[in-house]
Antibody
Framework: EVQVLESGGDLVQPGGSLRLSCAAP????????MSWVRQSPEKGLEWISV????????YYADSVKGRFTMSRDNSKSTVYLEMRTLRVEDTAVYYC??????????????WGRGTLVTVSS | VMTQSPATLPVSPGDSATLSCRAS??????LAWYQQKLGQAPRLLIY???TRATGIPDRFSGSGSGTEFTLTISSLQSEDFAVYYC??????????FGQGTKVEIK
């Protein structure tokens, strides 16, 4: 059974750092791309990062580029999101999701329950 | 840009619901639908505009291509009251989702 389990969300001050983890057992982890999507009442669902299963290439939304780093450890079936220089507007529920490629792009076929990141002084 | 309508759809249990999703430019059939219940993660319902994901009841059906898409829920059950999102995957975008349609009890 596929599982996606996020952890690491917390309350952090503006300018601070945080690392999220996402364990995803139950499938051939190394062959799938994974992503982080965040959701806030103000911005809705925002796709912020992708890491390729084939070569570990990463892609980021402009809103987080240069501040967030996504990585993966295939031996642990886990992806990470290192977040630095956090801003109030980064406050959101962060979801980890497994990606499925079809035709011209990815859709999200498995999601975790999410972890809350609150950036506030 | 993906635009969903209506924002809120009041429906009586047992009735059908029709949700719309419009793309600002053609996305071919590269469109998915998700259901999100309060406090839960989104769940994949439909991909390829009309293919149901594993385990999704056949009362959920998707149609459309290009810029106009529809999600139809026939004979609404109590567990179907939720927010529904469309997502285009024809071209990478950090904002591939619509803003959502909330299906509520009438």
């Amino acid at each position: 059974e596929v599982q996606v389990l996020e952890s690491g969300g917390d309350l952090v001050q503006p300018g601070g750092s945080l690392r999220l983890s996402c364990a995803a057992p139950g499938f051939t982890f190394s062959t799938y791309s994974m992503s982080w999507v965040r959701q806030s009442p103000e911005k809705g669902l925002e796709w912020i990062s992708v890491i390729s299963g084939s070569d570990g290439s990463t892609y980021y939304a402009d809103s987080v580029k240069g501040r967030f780093t996504m990585s993966r450890d295939n031996s642990k079936s886990t992806v990470y999101l290192e977040m630095r220089t956090l801003r109030v507007e980064d406050t959101a529920v962060y979801y980890c999701a497994k990606l499925k490629w079809e035709s011209r792009g990815w859709y999200f076929d498995e999601w975790g329950r999410g972890t809350l990141v609150t950036v506030s002084s | 840009v993906m635009t969903q309508s209506p924002a809120t759809l009041p429906v009586s249990p047992g009735d059908s619901a029709t949700l719309s999703c419009r793309a600002s430019q053609s996305v071919s059939s590269n469109l998915a639908w998700y259901q999100q219940k309060l406090g839960q993660a989104p769940r994949l319902l439909i991909y390829g505009a009309s293919t149901r994901a594993t385990g999704i009841p056949d009362r959920f059906s998707g149609s459309g291509s290009g810029t106009e898409f529809t999600l139809t829920i026939s004979s609404l059950q109590s567990e179907d009251f939720a927010v529904y999102y469309c997502q285009q995957y024809n071209k990478w975008s950090p904002k591939p989702f619509g803003q959502g349609t909330k299906v509520e009890i009438k």
